[in-house]
């Protein structure tokens, strides 16, 4: 059974601090997806890494895939209220399109 | 908004009944899978339907059942509830049956 831990599990910030959300695993995926929840609603895709080794930002937001594909980070920039949410990392193995989900990171930044 | 629908929004039940949830993937989209989100075991892959077929299999019990119908909207059924169902309950769409998956509004479903 392929299980993904998310670090920290919740995480309280000012706004302006930068922030690390942590996704590891032991299984190797081929591919994994970002996710922000916020209540209430489904979970909306940030972005898809899929190199192992693999960097991309967007906007305030970097990913980073771990080499050996068994891991990946989420890094902030400059945080603001609005990426209050709940972030979720998703890893996808070779063998099919099933989704296994981390059990979150509840991220919120006050004002 | 993903584009993906879900009905209804809230459903509140009985123990021992059964419901009916039903989701319309994103125009243009195949597949269509079912995730059951609880605070203790947060996300869980339930079933993926690709172009009316079941394509995969996740931790979904006996007393549920999925079905993708020709115009691919599917429908999950659940039957002979219990209080442990209370759950989120998404559906999620991707064009082909390895794509990216965007995600419905959910139903929560209440069972009293």
């Known amino acids: 059974t392929q299980l993904l831990e998310q670090s920290p599990q919740f995480l309280s910030i000012q706004e302006g601090e930068n922030l690390t959300v942590y996704c590891n695993s032991s299984?190797?995926?081929?591919?994994l997806q970002w996710y922000r929840q916020e209540p209430g609603e489904g979970p909306v895709l940030l972005v898809t890494?899929?190199?192992?080794?693999e960097v991309k930002k967007l906007k305030r937001l970097t990913f980073q895939f771990g080499d050996a594909r068994k891991d990946s980070s989420l890094h902030i920039t400059a945080a603001q209220p609005g990426d209050t949410g709940l972030y979720l990392c998703?890893?996808?193995?070779?063998?099919?399109?099933?989704?296994?989900f981390g059990g979150g990171t509840r991220v919120l930044v006050k004002p | 908004d993903s584009g993906v629908t879900q009905t209804p929004k809230h459903l509140i039940t009985a123990t021992g009944q059964r419901v009916t949830l039903r989701c319309s993937p994103r125009?243009?989209?195949?597949?269509v899978y079912w995730y059951q989100q609880s605070l203790d075991q947060g996300l869980q892959f339930l079933i993926q339907?690709?172009?009316?077929?079941?394509?995969a299999k996740g931790n979904i019990l006996e007393r549920f059942s999925a079905q993708q119908f020709p115009d691919l909207h599917s429908e999950l059924n659940l039957s002979s509830l219990e209080l442990g169902d209370s759950a989120l309950y998404f559906c999620?769409?991707?064009?082909?049956?390895?794509?990216?998956?965007?995600f419905g509004p959910g139903t929560r479903l209440t069972v009293l």
């Open positions: 339907y690709y172009n009316g077929e079941e394509r």
């Open positions: 890494v899929v190199t192992g080794g």
């Open positions: 299984s190797v995926f081929s591919s």
């Open positions: 125009s243009g989209d195949l597949s």
């Open positions: 998703a890893g996808k193995s070779a063998a099919g399109n099933k989704l296994t």
């Open positions: 999620a769409s991707s064009v082909g049956g390895i794509g990216e998956q965007f």
